[in-house]
């Protein structure tokens, strides 16, 4: 499967209730290649407008993901996403960071 197939697959589907499907989407994202990762990590913590999902489940899902994926950007992405999941901001001088950060890998359009 390529990241395109694996973006359009889920894309506004994610089984977000369904804990095992999602840990095994999950594992296939990164088989498939970093920026696949950070593809399925992006639908966890941007939910479809008409889909409601318990927070709780959402980070149990964010704190799986970078038990299984090993990459420098994994821990600060998924503090992105856990903020995302509770609303938090971050500040522009910290976003700006970031993406500073993710530059440096080239490819990773998902990751920021």
């Not at 594992?27 to 990762?37: C, D, E, M, R, V």
């Not at 980070?59 to 503090?79: N, R, T």
């Not at 901001?89 to 080239?106: F, H, N």
Request: net charge negative; proline share 7%; glycine share 2%.
């Amino acid at each position: 499967m390529t990241e395109a197939e694996f973006a359009n697959r889920i894309d506004c589907n994610w089984p977000y209730h369904d804990i095992s499907l999602s840990r095994e989407l999950i594992q296939t994202a990164i088989g498939i290649s970093p920026n696949a990762a950070f593809i399925a990590l992006d639908e966890l913590c941007r939910l479809p407008a008409n889909t409601v999902v318990e927070p709780a489940i959402l980070l149990a899902l964010v704190d799986f993901w970078p038990s299984k994926f090993d990459h420098p950007l994994a821990p600060m992405i998924s503090e992105c996403a856990i903020s995302s999941i509770k609303r938090q901001q971050l500040s522009v001088a910290e976003i700006l960071m970031k993406m500073d950060t993710v530059s440096g890998y080239p490819g990773l359009y998902a990751a920021l």
